[in-house]
């Protein structure tokens, strides 16, 4: 089985603005520089032959390459618990607009979408359940710079789970022209 997800790699400078702003925050598993990334579409586990499927029918997006610019610190809650810190961007529009033509591109490759509302961002730290921050967020601190970035291609992901967290494994890259 495979594990795959379809992302967006942030530029040097988002990267290097979000490395420099992780830190401060107990209990964290900070994101390095390899894990960074914007999720266009989490497709989950898939055998050998719907992999296929996928990496083809992704082939076929056409869209501009997208712009937009870090934008503020959010988090996502389980269970009334602190569970990833994540940073937001603007505009949303055109990230949004690709994520719309990957969606329709895995529909075509029978995957399911899945139901939970779209929220471009990317995850910057991730709390295990008995490490929840407690306290006040540093939210001045982790908030980056707001820095400016272009996506030239879009990037299907294999995610191999471990004990120290995920590694992702770029699969197959396609352009935005």
């Not at 495979?2 to 040097?12: D, E, G």
């Not at 999720?39 to 296929?52: W, Y």
């Not at 056409?62 to 505009?91: C, E, K, M, Q, Y």
């Not at 709390?127 to 908030?143: K, V």
Request: hydrophobic share 40%.
């Amino acid at each position: 089985m495979f594990r795959l997800f379809v992302a967006l790699k942030p530029s040097f400078p988002m990267r290097s603005a979000l490395l420099d702003a992780m830190g401060g925050v107990p209990g964290a598993r900070w994101q390095d520089d390899e894990q960074l990334h914007l999720t266009l579409s989490f497709i989950g586990d898939v055998d050998r032959h719907q992999a296929e499927d996928i990496a083809a029918a992704l082939g076929n997006v056409r869209h501009p390459p997208v712009n937009f610019t870090l934008a503020g610190l959010g988090s996502f809650d389980r269970r009334d618990r602190i569970d990833s810190l994540w940073v937001g961007i603007t505009p949303q529009d055109e990230v949004r607009s690709l994520h719309d033509a990957v969606l329709r591109a895995l529909a075509r490759a029978g995957v399911k979408p899945e139901t939970r509302a779209y929220l471009p961002h990317i995850t910057i730290a991730r709390f295990s359940r008995g490490q929840a921050p407690t306290g006040p967020i540093p939210a001045a601190q982790l908030t980056p710079a707001p820095v400016e970035g272009r996506c030239e291609h879009f990037i299907l992901y294999e995610s191999h789970l471990g004990s120290e967290g995920s590694t992702y494994t770029a699969v197959e890259r396609y352009p935005l022209v």
